[in-house]
């Protein structure tokens, strides 16, 4: 982005006075005289965004292109993006010879922005007879580029899983050896999830379901804080209040001050009824950055009727916290296939609920049983949070990926996208994550009806590009719906005077050489006044920027 003169007095102190009462003369006369130019389709809520398929991955290239002996079948993926635009794919997938024992595996690969691999394909856990089981993946990236990755893994083969950690750098090489996470090696500890912070400071949350005496449907969570370098920063402690029963499937995020706010399922969906009084329902609790728990454990769903679960939790900075969950309070089923109401609440950095509970969509349909996996939600630093599910077509009962934008105050805004198969396949499965330029979704390709190979699967993974635009005037730099003077002053003072930044970077290009200068509000004071050349395109109708650069309209 270029932006010349910001912040630096362009003017002699004479001259700038001259200037301020020539500007200003000149605003009274366009306010007494014209109104401007009517500045056409004018919107704050006129966000467009447009889906690219940019990847698309068949297992076989991380199975290393299997003989027909050998079982080879994708179970699940997940998608995250640093801050430069980079991303990762995750594959969970089953790797063996028939007829050995299942060698399920994660596997990984890096891309840039365009889809373009920067890395060769690497598989997270060791490649030995004993770890013949790893699952269940999570990863966050730290601002330089590094990452840490967590997964369960049944290491002994006695079907009890421990949870395990690798750093890595930007270059996808493995810092230091993996460690384990949880103190307690009795029971299974599983569904691990990850927060960091600036500083590089992680906090792990998971399940346990081995710390509760005498109890056969009972499970706890649990938490553990590392330092950037790997080492545990005080003691493994226990999270929920609430200890009768089923506490489950955690997620966690955390601000910079290292306060998280941790969330978690209460109560097993058909089995027992938790502290909701009605199925399964969603809890939480504030953590400070020495473990202290912040006021008492919170009910999340306002609505308690039937089971909410699938929650998850995002925390960006300015904007709080950000909780998604599914609810099937209306308890129906539609051709076999549980309907839930997708809903959302924010709150602020003190874990204080800004208004009430939010319906995003009115009904979904799960795909199979697993729950989890029928929506991704995420949220930019700028405010705009995006949705991804599958949506299912009844004439031919197949499945595309349908993704919906939305304001901070979670607003619809701009149209629903459709990512649809050209090959008559179905997508399922998809995993969002969002940066602050674009979103990136991954998603399975399947054939038919199958579930799980071997069947007719296509087993192909494809990532689609989800780019987001806001429509403007070039001119209408104030945004109060004309071009004039004022817009010319708005500039001006933006740039020599400290003024407010436009909304609009883009709208403020008035010569739309890419940069931002003198020569725009000269340009437009020349056309308003001395008959000199219109705006660029868009003008004087609303419209996206034809010519690329680094100029964006804040979302």
Known sequence: MTIRGRGRPFFSKGGAAMLRATLFGMLFFSL???????AQGINEQDTFCAAEEIVGITWGDFCGSPEP???CGIEFSSIYSDNENNFIILLEGDRRSAPGPSLFGIYAQKFNNEGEPISEIFQIQDNNEKEVYAQAPSLVFNNDGSFVVAWNIDLLGRNVFDIYVQRYNRDCEKIGEKFIVNTERLGNQYMCSIANNSRGDFIFVWGSDSQEDDCDLCGSIYAQRFDREGFAIGSEFHVNTYEIGFQFSPDVAM????????????????????LDGDGSGIFGQLIDRENNKIGSQVRINSTTTKNQIGARIKWNEGLGFLVSWLSHERGQIIDGKNEYILKAQRYNDNGEAIGSEITLIDSLRRFSNLDFLVFSFSRNNSGLSMLAHPIIFPENNTYQINIQTYNNELDRIGENILISSPRGTQFIYPSLTMNNDNAFVVYREV?????KPPCSVSNL?????VSCDKLFVRGGVNADGQVNLSDAVF???????DGGKPNCLDAADINDDGALDLADPIYLLNYLFVDGPAPLPPFPASGFDPTPDNLMCEN
Not at 447 to 451: A, K, M
Not at 461 to 465: A, E, G, P, Q, W
Not at 492 to 497: A, C, E, G, K, S
Request: hydrophobic share 40%; with cysteine.
């Open 447 to 451: 054939l038919g009806s199958c579930r």
């Open 32 to 38: 007494v005289f014209c109104q401007g130019i009517l």
């Open 69 to 71: 002996s050998e079982i």
């Open 491 to 497: 500039v001006i003072y933006y740039l020599f005077r």
């Open 255 to 274: 601000d910079e001050n290292g306060v998280a706010f941790i969330i978690w399922h209460d109560g097993y969906a058909g089995k027992q009824d938790g």
């Open 461 to 465: 993974i494809n990532v689609s590009k």
